[in-house]
């Protein structure tokens, strides 16, 4: 039929939407017979695809060795390449074709011909798991120590897609167990990552250090203890992993498991000796951390292995101050059982009850008074927790601590009352809490400032009216005339603390090649993808 169309004018060299011409589309289908009558009648033999693909290329993916071996007597180049710079044995070597990649390399093809993304023919053949391919090209002068644009050797690939059996060929024959991609990952950190632990034993068995550190700081167990990987940091400690060792922010692997809530790791670390009180930084250690992102059982864990309750932070957090402002009732009443102190404050003079009440957390606010958390207790620049739930409009937090006790009345440094801090941020429900329980409506601050004068100066006219409507005098005067010009502003309260401890998120690189090569030209029905 072909020499039939042919005989009768058809176009040899026609293509279609994506750029196939017959030859491509014989190649593909391993039509031995077809390819040589269309070379024979000088078909386009160098045409490409949109994608950059030669009827090399096609021949290859398809394992249709003869046609590759016509193509190649018809002298095409065996090191042609697509647009991502990927050649025939890229092909050969991701589909494991090894008669192919054999034929290839005997025409001379460039085992260390690199695509776009700087992966050669190993890399692939690594990532793959065809340790028969890695093993032809290492033969034919391959490096497996040459790196992709992310630093990555073959090793790394194998490491990263669990290729067990090409790791055990590649450090046997000379590949740098100890190279690190561009963010210092060895191949120890990839496979620890994986809780790939046939391959971290080999990895180990060969030397690799189990305390090598990514640019983060983070080393192998620190990434087994985030995934959770029990058996693998058994076999790091095993082979002298260091328990103490912390990333840039100060975090051990005990840490970590406390974070992501790995129980079973922080058993083992612990097992292992590992500090439970260890503070990094900024002072936090693992019960901070396991009070802050709700790891309930982690953190019993460490209290009944000796952590302290009363740990603070370098800014004098404790971990129920952490369980109080995030609302985790469970750990917030596990600590106190261990005896955390409910009226321990921070630098800045906060309990734990100035910020559940700040946040609103009415059931933390009982919890913590029913545990003597002074309900009155001021910070350093006089704030309550009734003036930070004046601030939020926390009408239901401030029902229970004045139920509990708070004075209504109390004042900053300044002189700030409650009800000064709800008329200045224009809380309405909290304003008419307070006056229903009797707030003083004319109470002044150092400046002589009252309630009205801040409801007046934040423009609060609906504030304005229930205070008047409440005897609020609307001829108080301030202490002198310029500070009738001046923006008063009451205390507040916005301590941050940083709990991140992100690994740069390479580290977390999907498990698949993806740089970029596909040999899909879906609608001439060719789907099978490379890298």
Do not use: W
Request: aromatic content about 4%; some cysteine; charged content about 20%.
């Amino acid at each position: 039929m072909v020499k039939l169309l042919l005989d009768r004018g058809a176009k040899i060299d026609a293509k279609t939407r994506d750029g196939l011409t017959p030859l491509h589309c014989g190649a593909r289908s391993g039509h031995e017979q077809v390819v040589e009558m269309l070379l024979d009648r000088a078909a386009p033999i160098l045409s490409k695809t949109k994608n950059g693909l030669s009827p090399l290329h096609m021949a290859t993916q398809g394992d249709h060795l003869n046609c590759v071996q016509l193509l190649l007597q018809h002298n095409v180049p065996v090191d042609d390449v697509t647009n991502d710079y990927l050649t025939a044995l890229h092909v050969a070597a991701h589909c494991g074709h090894y008669k192919v990649a054999k034929v290839l390399l005997d025409k001379k093809a460039n085992p260390n011909a690199k695509a776009l993304s700087g992966l050669t023919p190993i890399h692939v053949a690594a990532f793959m798991g065809h340790v028969n391919i890695v093993s032809q090209l290492m033969h034919h002068g391959a490096s497996p120590n040459t790196t992709n644009v992310r630093g990555e050797t073959a090793l790394h690939m194998a490491a990263r897609s669990g290729q067990a059996e090409v790791v055990r060929y590649l450090v046997q024959d000379g590949a740098q167990v100890e190279a690190k991609a561009k963010d210092d990952q060895t191949p120890l950190h990839i496979s620890a990552r994986l809780g790939k632990a046939d391959i971290v034993q080999q990895l180990l068995q060969q030397g690799a250090s189990p305390n090598a550190a990514t640019t983060s700081g983070y080393t192998p167990l620190h990434l087994s203890a985030r995934e959770g990987h029990e058996d693998v940091a058994a076999f790091l400690l095993d082979h002298g992993a260091s328990l103490s060792i912390t990333t840039k922010k100060g975090f051990t692997p005990l840490h970590v498991a406390a974070k992501y809530g790995k129980l079973e790791v922080a058993n083992l670390l612990l097992q292992k000796s590992a500090s439970p009180d260890a503070a990094g930084k900024s002072g936090l250690t693992p019960l901070h951390v396991a009070a802050h992102y709700d790891n309930q059982k982690v953190a019993l864990l460490l209290l009944d292995q000796g952590a302290s309750p009363h740990a603070a932070a370098k800014n004098g957090y404790t971990p129920l101050h952490i369980a109080a402002k995030k609302n985790q009732m469970d750990i917030a009443t596990s600590l106190l059982e261990y005896g955390a102190d409910a009226n321990a404050v921070t630098r800045q003079g906060i309990a734990s009850v100035h910020l559940a009440a700040q946040e609103g957390h009415v059931d933390m606010v009982s919890l913590l008074l029913s545990r003597n958390a002074n309900v009155n207790l001021s910070n350093k620049s006089g704030l309550t927790p009734l003036h930070l739930a004046a601030q939020e409009d926390r009408v239901n937090v401030a029902e229970v601590l004045v139920n509990q006790g708070a004075h209504v009345d109390a004042q900053t440094k300044m002189g700030y009352t409650p009800l000064h801090v709800g008329c200045h941020y224009g809380n309405i429900k909290i304003v008419n809490f307070l006056l229903q329980h009797s707030a003083k409506v004319n109470a002044k601050t150092k400046n002589g400032y009252t309630p009205l004068h801040q409801a007046a100066q934040q423009g609060h006219t609906h504030i304005i009216n229930v205070l008047l409507q409440n005897n609020a005098s609307p001829n108080e005067l301030t202490v002198t005339i310029t500070e009738k010009h001046k923006m008063n502003v009451p205390e507040t309260m916005n301590e941050v603390l940083d709990m991140s401890d992100d690994e740069v998120r390479k580290a977390n690189a999907p498990e698949k090649l993806s740089d970029g090569e596909y040999i899909s030209d879906v609608e001439e029905g060719i789907y099978p993808s490379i890298l």
